[in-house]
């Protein structure tokens, strides 16, 4: 059965940092593209970060480039997401996503705010 287990959010100051994991079972990252997305009150779920697993690369939206990073350990079967210089803006509920199997995790909750 695929789950996805996001942790990492919390209450954090403009300007600060956080990192969000995403622990994957029932499949391996390794063979799979995997999405951030996000969801602020009152708005549409948005994408934020896609990383592929053919290439060692991955995009942004253009709201988060520069500021956040994608990473994978596939050894931990886990995605990370590297959150610097967090605006009030990007207060949100914060979800990993498989596209393949269009499973999402239950979210984890990002605040910026001073």
């Known amino acids: 059965q695929v789950q996805l287990v996001e942790s990492g959010g919390g209450l954090v100051q403009p300007g600060g940092s956080l990192r969000l994991s995403c622990a994957a079972f029932?499949?391996?990252?390794?063979?799979?593209?995997m999405n951030w997305y996000r969801q602020a009150p009152g708005k549409e779920r948005e994408l934020v970060a896609v990383t592929s697993n053919i290439k060692n690369i991955a995009t942004y939206a253009d709201s988060v480039q520069g500021r956040f990073t994608l990473s994978r350990d596939n050894t931990k079967n886990t995605v990370y997401l590297q959150m610097n210089s967090l605006k009030p803006e990007d207060t949100a509920v914060y979800y990993c996503?498989?596209?393949?199997?269009?499973?999402w995790g239950q979210g984890t909750l990002v605040t910026v705010s001073s």
């Open positions: 029932g499949f391996k990252i390794s063979d799979y593209h």
């Open positions: 996503h498989v596209p393949s199997f269009n499973s």
